[in-house]
């Protein structure tokens, strides 16, 4: 068990291009969640995983931002045209289905859109 | 629409004493809560993680405590160090399948 690693650890852009970034999460986790977080607050949901399948995106998923996780392994999280509001840090977690199994993070990417 | 509160948001306890950290919760419909911690630019550290059917959980100088029909679960921390220092968040799982986080309560011990 190598726990959830994330890549890169940081990123920074300029306003406008477009940014991926890559989670590992534990291996015989079915689950994966992707959390936004900007400083002073708490994690924000914007998707997760079972397996392969997307089961949910928050609103706070524009069109800009998609995620995959072709083969139910790793993933990726693309945001497209980054814009300022887009600095946050990136955090994956990942866990076993139901409901009794505790999450596990990553250290997160953090992103600064110049 | 799940809302999950922590107070105060920040703390300063001298060294050695033991703090009780607070998180409530407006829709007792959960399955689980669990307590992380962390460091400044970190991920977050698995700390505890309570079932709705238990009222506690232990592990080493910590304890949580949950009481969902009123909301309201606290994590004690027994006689603190300075690397207790750190920002701790609760997190609440839903019966509807979210899992929504506090903004954390961010602990300064001073030695």
């Known amino acids: 068990d190598t726990g959830v690693s994330q890549d890169p650890r940081h990123k920074i852009t300029k306003r406008g291009q477009n940014v991926t970034f890559r989670c590992d999460p534990i291996s015989e986790h079915n689950r994966l969640y992707w959390y936004r977080q900007t400083l002073g607050q708490g994690p924000e949901f914007l998707t997760y995983?079972?397996?392969?399948?997307?089961?949910?995106k928050s609103r706070l998923l524009s069109d800009r931002f998609s995620a995959e996780r072709p083969k139910g392994s790793f993933s990726t999280l693309e945001i497209q045209r980054t814009e300022q509001g887009d600095s946050a840090m990136y955090l994956c977690?990942?866990?076993?289905?139901?409901?009794?199994?505790?999450?596990?993070f990553g250290n997160g990417t953090r992103l600064t859109v110049t | 629409k799940q809302e999950v509160t922590q107070i105060p948001a920040a703390l300063s306890v001298p060294e050695g004493e033991n703090l009780v950290l607070n998180c409530s919760f407006t829709?007792?419909?959960?399955?689980?809560l669990q307590w992380f911690r962390q460091d400044p630019g970190k991920g977050l550290t698995s700390l505890l993680l309570?079932?709705?059917?238990?009222r506690e959980q232990t592990s080493g100088r910590l304890n949580a405590s949950l009481d969902k029909s009123s909301g309201r679960s606290t994590l004690y921390i027994a006689a603190s160090q300075p690397g207790d220092s750190a920002t701790y968040l609760c997190a609440v799982w839903g019966r509807d399948d979210k899992i929504i986080f506090g903004k954390g309560t961010r602990l300064h011990i001073l030695p």
């Open positions: 977690a990942s866990s076993l289905v139901g409901a009794n199994s505790p999450l596990h």
């Open positions: 309570i079932q709705s059917s238990q």
């Open positions: 995983f079972q397996n392969e399948a997307q089961l949910e």
């Open positions: 829709d007792s419909a959960i399955y689980n």
